[in-house]
């Protein structure tokens, strides 16, 4: 079975610094998604960021971006010019390719943006 | 709407009591999960629809909780008989099975049950 472990319960970061959450996973599909969640305090999870696997490209938008290592199972989040609306929950997922397409969650990290 | 949505949005009910949540989701999508959040648990899968086909059942937790989707739109999540340990933000998330960002789930804002 997969697994997603975010070693990092809670972080905390200056406005407008840069902050690195991790995420690692265990898998034996070649083939799969990885997302990043954000849960503000209004409990709606949202989408942030996801890379597929077989791109070895690393996946960005806007001021989030991801650095991606396949062979060590590694998939960090990376929030540049961290903004006090960043604060939230912020989970990893897993999903496989194949068959049942749920997503596994990490345990979450809170990050607390410091004005 | 242009998302998932969830009702309601909080529920307090007692212990024993059956309660219903539902959950609609974007248009379109043809796939729809239900995770449960809680404290000492996390997020967990509950159960998955997809189309017509006969849903994933195996993240249920007991023979208390069911879920059916009608028409392959709306969909209701029932616990019959609630303990305390059904306290948690039941999430609904749907997705699409073609196209682009079809693996991409999006989610509504929860539905927070309290057990009494």
């Known amino acids: 079975a997969q697994t997603v472990t975010q070693s990092q319960p809670e972080m905390s970061v200056q406005e407008a610094e840069t902050v690195t959450l991790s995420c690692t996973y265990d898998t034996s599909e070649s083939d799969y998604y990885l997302f990043w969640y954000k849960q503000p305090p209004s409990r709606q999870m949202i989408l942030v960021i996801r890379q597929e696997a077989y791109k070895q490209q690393n996946a960005t938008e806007n001021r989030f971006s991801v650095n991606f290592q396949k062979a060590a199972k590694s998939f960090s989040l990376k929030i540049s010019d961290s903004q006090l609306g960043d604060a939230a929950m912020y989970f990893c997922a897993y999903r496989g390719s194949f068959g049942n397409e749920k997503l596994t969650f990490g345990t979450g990290t809170r990050l607390t943006i410091i004005p | 709407g242009a998302g998932v949505s969830q009702s309601p949005s909080n529920k307090v009910t007692e212990k024993g009591k059956d309660v219903e949540l539902r959950c609609d989701p974007i248009?379109?999508?043809?796939?729809l999960y239900w995770y449960r959040q809680s404290l000492g648990q996390g997020l967990e899968f509950l159960i998955y629809f997809q189309g017509n086909s006969a849903p994933d059942k195996s993240g249920l937790p007991s023979d208390r909780f069911s879920a059916e989707r009608t028409g392959g739109s709306v969909s209701t999540l029932t616990i019959q008989r609630t303990q305390q340990e059904d306290s948690a933000v039941y999430l609904c998330?749907?997705?699409?099975?073609?196209?682009?960002?079809?693996?991409?789930?999006?989610f509504g804002p929860g539905t927070r049950l309290l057990v009494l």
């Open positions: 998330a749907s997705s699409r099975t073609s196209g682009s960002y079809q693996e991409t789930q999006y």
């Open positions: 248009s379109g999508h043809t796939a």
